[in-house]
């Protein structure tokens, strides 16, 4: 039976619809924020390696922890403390980098309310019966999102954005998660209907980091989005895993927080599949993602993701951070903190040392007068 154009016009167009698509973005810049960047590129990552074609993602990164001057690998960044998979390579694709990464940017995109210029690689090009993911790393105060440092993005400006987005046609299903502190409270206002939001704290919490390495310097990644990603890959595409199923595997001991979930989806969570919004498919052979690590010590490896938290926080779940032994964690041809990187000058010479060679020399000179 021959197929009349309108009808393969309209499977077409149906096909190219029920694509996943998703908007990640990692608001913080400064060194010490290395890991928000990480988990991005995590998810980043793993929506590729699962078939989401870069096409269907904007990717939103607020400082370029990749080229920092204190990078101690140029051009890498690093999620595991073995410091063997690189999230930064030269596949990815970041659509709005540095000071372009706004808290109104991001509702831009995800309304699409955008400058003309904007081309269309750099748009959320979703509508009403796309998968939608929005995943969103930083610094967070109750009801904010903080952005570069210097910005906020209210609760109420998250929600209206979602509004936005539902009148505008946007999506079918919309799956929120956030990696912050007290990220239910960012849930609060929320009234779009199909929207599943998922959190990394209860409102009244914290958000804790995961390990840190030697050769870096600062923590690595923050503890949700690794263990969400690892029970991802957990999953086999076989088993048909709901959005019920993801968030039953993320447990309250590997986080050292209280997961948070809020919905007003249309049907319940084990009648989602996760695979709507994954594209899924058995991963690619460059994954970038970590494996399906076993629970550890919640009280050796963890530091609170507050970003009144510095470096050298004195709490007690940093203080037991293991040590590691940094010539174990690269191959002989990378250079750890004992060794200079390629390509850096010697340290400079001290004011003493300085002092001490003009002193000689005007020694030297004087018994030359002399005799």
């Not at 109750?142 to 509004?163: C, H, N, V, W, Y």
């Amino acid at each position: 039976m021959k197929l009349s154009s309108g009808f393969l016009a309209l499977l077409a167009i149906c096909s190219v619809a029920a694509e996943p698509w998703a908007v990640i973005v990692s608001s913080s810049r400064f060194w010490f924020n290395y890991r928000h960047s990480a988990n991005a590129l995590l998810f980043y990552n793993m929506l590729r390696a699962r078939g989401v074609p870069d096409a269907n993602i904007v990717l939103m990164l607020a400082d370029q922890h990749a080229c920092s001057a204190k990078n101690p690998f140029p051009g890498e960044i690093f999620a595991d403390d073995s410091l063997q998979d690189n999230l930064f390579d030269g596949s990815v694709d970041i659509d709005y980098r540095g000071a372009d990464v706004t808290a109104d940017m991001f509702v831009r995109v995800l309304t699409d309310r955008l400058p003309a210029h904007i081309p269309q690689s750099r748009r959320l090009r979703s509508n009403a019966n796309s998968s939608v993911l929005v995943y969103m790393t930083g610094h967070s105060a109750t009801g904010l999102l903080k952005f570069q440092d210097t910005q906020e993005l209210p609760a109420s400006r998250i929600a209206a954005a979602l509004a936005a987005m539902h009148a505008l046609a946007r999506y079918g299903e919309l799956l929120l998660i956030a990696d912050t502190c007290h990220a239910a409270a960012l849930f609060h206002d929320i009234r779009a209907p199909n929207v599943i939001a998922m959190g990394s704290s209860a409102a009244h919490e914290d958000s804790y980091s995961r390990r840190t390495a030697p050769a870096i310097g600062v923590h690595l990644v923050d503890r949700f989005s690794w263990h969400a990603v690892a029970a991802i890959n957990a999953f086999s595409s076989r088993a048909r895993p709901t959005l019920a199923d993801f968030f039953a595997s993320i447990r309250p001991t590997d986080v050292v927080s209280t997961p948070s979930l809020f919905t007003t989806a249309g049907r319940p969570l084990d009648k989602i599949p996760l695979s709507s919004f994954l594209s899924w498919s058995v991963p690619r052979p460059r994954p970038h993602t970590p494996p399906a690590w076993p629970a550890q010590d919640a009280s050796a490896e963890s530091t609170p993701d507050a970003y009144a938290t510095t470096l050298h926080s004195t709490s007690p779940l940093t203080s037991h951070t293991p040590a590691i032994n940094e010539h174990s964690v690269r191959d002989s041809t990378r250079h750890t903190l004992n060794q200079a990187p390629p390509h850096t000058s010697p340290a400079p010479t001290t004011h003493a040392a300085l002092w001490a060679a003009a002193l000689g020399a005007a020694v030297l000179a004087i018994v030359v007068l002399v005799f």
